[in-house]
């Protein structure tokens, strides 16, 4: 939360990579904006913690389509307790299963 008693979010975008050339290559490339409260949390958890070598962050993505193209939007925050996955959750293909099908296509003979 900000110091107006707003929540602030992290967020960016990751597209399908259409021009991946080699198998190492990620699938999804984008960028994030890091706002300066997880900044501040993520310096002092390293701080507070001096032989700690990474932070875990909560990480969570959303499915859109701009003009008959997926992309997700994600966002980055403190961690948060975990939630079991529901049916609604696995109603629609994903932009993974997307690049999943890209990939099984590539592969035919």
Same mark, same amino acid.
């Given at each position: 939360?900000?110091?107006?008693?707003?929540?602030?979010?992290?967020?960016?975008?990751?597209h399908?990579?259409?021009?991946?050339?080699?198998?190492?290559?990620?699938?999804?490339?984008?960028?994030? &904006?890091?706002?300066? !409260?997880?900044?501040?949390?993520?310096?002092?958890? +390293?701080?507070?913690?001096? @032989?700690?070598?990474?932070? $875990?962050l909560?990480?969570?993505?959303?499915q859109?389509?701009?003009?008959?193209?997926?992309?997700?939007?994600?966002?980055?925050?403190?961690?948060?307790?975990? &939630?079991q996955?529901? !049916?609604?959750?696995?109603?629609?293909?994903?932009? +993974?299963?997307?690049?999943? @099908?890209?990939?099984?296509? $590539?592969?035919?003979?």
């Amino acid at each position: 939360m900000n110091q107006n008693g707003n929540y602030s979010k992290s967020t960016g975008t990751l597209h399908i990579n259409y021009h991946k050339q080699k198998d190492k290559a990620p699938d999804l490339l984008g960028k994030i &904006k890091v706002r300066r !409260e997880l900044e501040e949390y993520i310096c002092g958890h +390293l701080r507070d913690h001096p @032989r700690v070598e990474f932070v $875990e962050l909560a990480i969570a993505g959303w499915q859109y389509d701009k003009n008959g193209q997926p992309f997700l939007v994600v966002e980055l925050s403190q961690p948060y307790g975990n &939630k079991q996955p529901t !049916e609604n959750s696995r109603s629609k293909p994903t932009i +993974l299963d997307i690049i999943d @099908r890209q990939k099984k296509q $590539e592969y035919q003979y």
